[in-house]
């Protein structure tokens, strides 16, 4: 089924939108609202940041482009179109995120970071108190509190449950000991929501809890970690006799396991990788149509196009269980475990992708070539523009079958899940 038709058959189905036979159309208020959208990223979004997007290479944007965006999006109230709209949401219907998910990836507008907007914020609106809601929720909206996500330690991945930072209470306080791995962003945070053992006498899962610390506290430490990519985006994290107050713990002690499980459904699958896979393949046939092999254009080479026509059904496919995925979040369901779905399916093509345009710019893969130019060298880019990123892009998406729960992790979860098995 065409992206646009299962998009379709979604609509209808929550009778959002009229289907006319086969015809395919959009509803004329939804038409107008792609036509505002457009005429926003078209005002807010310069060339500069544009610009300054393409050249990301790593899992989130550089923190600076995106929080100069997130303010933009706020001042005209579309910064986070899946919050409820008494926190600040647009009251988005499921047609218009889609809209807005399609229009930004077209324009290369540069991602939101999820961490607290997407990952902690749900979990707040279904766990949190009203005290806790009315002090994060505004601050993470103005980029005041930025967040970091301390599930990982060294050790403890894929097995979550055995975490062993441990925190015992003193008094009002609990006092944080341990370590956290991976950590992204850690580097610029100044908050982290961390899983933290508060019972080592039970089953692993029964003893953990979710606690906010503002990263500033004494006892925290942050060290950097240098991806095979040459960048700068996770990092070690080390608590040493760190007192968090335990009003800072967000749902009941000891229950931290089920929030931490909620929080992994947003940050698995509560996006839509679709619209940015579209663009990367528009990008795919591009340099399939400028580069050659034995004179051949790729995109004319019968191999090489039948494995882009390929991935081109693929997207398609994931975009329609997006759909479903939005839909259900619309009606104020979880992802489920449709999420591990869904990120498995986005991560594979993600890096086929880019394993098709390694392929196809060939003698630019040079890893260091692009490194150089992309870690601040006076040395000009000698390729194309196009291949400039590729590399890069190529070696950081490795880490997408790992990070938010490995893909065997995944497959575990929906053989048990999903399948029954
Ligand atoms: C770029 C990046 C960013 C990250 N950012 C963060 C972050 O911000 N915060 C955070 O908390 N964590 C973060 N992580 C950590 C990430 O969640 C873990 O790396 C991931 O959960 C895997 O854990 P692990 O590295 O300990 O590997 P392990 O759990 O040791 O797994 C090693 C291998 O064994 C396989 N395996 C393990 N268990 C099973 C099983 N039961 N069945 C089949 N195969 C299995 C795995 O699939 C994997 O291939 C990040 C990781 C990366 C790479």
């Given at each position: 089924?065409?992206?646009?038709q299962?998009?379709?058959?979604?609509?209808?189905?929550?009778?959002?939108?009229?289907?006319k036979?086969m015809?395919?159309?959009?509803?004329?208020?939804?038409e107008?609202?792609?036509?505002?959208?457009?005429?926003?990223?078209?005002?807010?979004?310069?060339?500069?940041?544009?610009?300054?997007?393409?050249?990301?290479?790593?899992?989130?944007?550089?923190?600076?482009?995106?929080?100069?965006?997130?303010?933009?999006?706020?001042?005209?109230?579309?910064?986070?179109?899946?919050?409820?709209?008494?926190?600040?949401?647009p009251?988005?219907?499921?047609?218009?995120?889609?809209?807005?998910?399609?229009?930004?990836?077209?324009?290369?507008?540069?991602?939101?970071?999820?961490?607290?907007?997407?990952?902690?914020?749900?979990?707040?609106?279904?766990?949190?108190?009203?005290?806790?809601?009315?002090?994060?929720l505004?601050?993470?909206?103005?980029?005041?509190?930025?967040?970091?996500?301390?599930?990982?330690?060294?050790?403890?991945?894929?097995?979550?449950?055995?975490?062993?930072t441990s925190?015992?209470?003193?008094?009002?306080?609990?006092?944080?000991?341990?370590?956290?791995i991976?950590?992204?962003?850690?580097?610029?945070?100044?908050?982290?929501?961390?899983?933290?053992?508060?019972?080592?006498?039970?089953?692993?899962?029964?003893?953990?809890?979710?606690?906010?610390?503002?990263?500033?506290?004494?006892?925290?430490?942050?060290?950097?970690?240098?991806?095979?990519?040459?960048?700068?985006?996770?990092?070690?994290?080390f608590?040493?006799?760190?007192?968090?107050?335990?009003?800072?713990?967000?749902?009941?002690?000891?229950?931290?396991?089920?929030?931490?499980?909620?929080?992994?459904?947003?940050?698995?699958?509560?996006?839509?990788?679709?619209?940015?896979?579209?663009?990367?393949?528009?990008?795919?046939?591009?340099?399939?149509?400028?580069?050659?092999?034995?004179?051949?254009?790729?995109?004319?080479?019968?191999g090489f196009?039948?494995?882009?026509s390929?991935?081109?059904?693929?997207?398609?496919?994931?975009?329609?269980?997006?759909?479903?995925?939005?839909?259900?979040?619309?009606?104020?369901?979880?992802?489920?475990?449709?999420?591990?779905?869904?990120?498995?399916?986005?991560?594979?093509?993600?890096?086929?992708l880019?394993?098709?345009?390694?392929?196809?710019?060939?003698?630019?893969?040079?890893?260091?070539?692009?490194?150089?130019?992309?870690?601040?060298?006076?040395?000009?880019?000698?390729g194309?523009?196009?291949?400039?990123?590729?590399?890069?892009?190529?070696?950081?998406?490795?880490a997408?079958?790992?990070?938010?729960g490995?893909?065997?992790?995944?497959?575990?979860?929906?053989?048990?899940?999903?399948?029954?098995?």
């Amino acid at each position: 089924m065409a992206g646009k038709q299962a998009f379709l058959y979604t609509a209808a189905l929550h009778k959002k939108l009229p289907a006319k036979g086969m015809k395919i159309e959009f509803s004329p208020q939804d038409e107008q609202f792609r036509a505002e959208v457009r005429g926003f990223l078209d005002a807010k979004l310069s060339p500069e940041m544009r610009a300054e997007a393409k050249k990301t290479t790593t899992v989130f944007a550089d923190k600076d482009l995106a929080m100069k965006w997130q303010l933009i999006l706020l001042e005209k109230g579309w910064a986070v179109p899946s919050w409820p709209e008494e926190h600040g949401g647009p009251g988005w219907s499921i047609t218009q995120k889609y809209i807005w998910n399609e229009e930004t990836a077209k324009a290369g507008a540069p991602g939101v970071i999820p961490l607290g907007l997407r990952m902690l914020a749900p979990v707040l609106f279904k766990y949190g108190t009203e005290e806790q809601k009315a002090y994060y929720l505004p601050r993470m909206l103005t980029g005041e509190h930025y967040w970091c996500q301390g599930y990982s330690e060294p050790g403890s991945g894929s097995d979550l449950s055995s975490l062993k930072t441990s925190a015992v209470k003193d008094g009002d306080d609990y006092i944080v000991n341990g370590t956290k791995i991976w950590t992204t962003h850690a580097q610029f945070a100044d908050h982290i929501f961390c899983l933290v053992r508060t019972n080592p006498n039970v089953r692993p899962q029964a003893g953990i809890s979710f606690l906010l610390i503002p990263m500033n506290l004494p006892g925290i430490k942050v060290e950097p970690i240098i991806t095979m990519a040459a960048d700068h985006e996770v990092n070690q994290v080390f608590l040493d006799d760190v007192r968090v107050p335990q009003k800072n713990r967000v749902g009941p002690e000891n229950e931290g396991w089920t929030l931490a499980k909620y929080l992994l459904e947003y940050e698995r699958g509560g996006g839509a990788a679709s619209a940015g896979l579209k663009v990367s393949l528009a990008e795919l046939k591009s340099i399939a149509v400028k580069e050659r092999d034995d004179g051949t254009r790729l995109i004319d080479d019968p191999g090489f196009n039948g494995r882009i026509s390929d991935l081109e059904i693929r997207i398609q496919a994931l975009e329609f269980a997006e759909l479903v995925t939005l839909s259900k979040l619309s009606k104020g369901e979880s992802p489920g475990a449709g999420s591990s779905l869904a990120k498995n399916t986005s991560v594979e093509l993600n890096q086929q992708l880019n394993t098709l345009k390694m392929e196809a710019i060939h003698y630019y893969m040079l890893p260091h070539a692009n490194l150089i130019s992309l870690n601040g060298h006076n040395d000009p880019w000698v390729g194309p523009g196009y291949a400039e990123t590729v590399t890069a892009r190529y070696l950081n998406a490795r880490a997408a079958s790992i990070f938010g729960g490995a893909k065997e992790v995944q497959k575990n979860i929906i053989a048990k899940t999903v399948l029954g098995l």
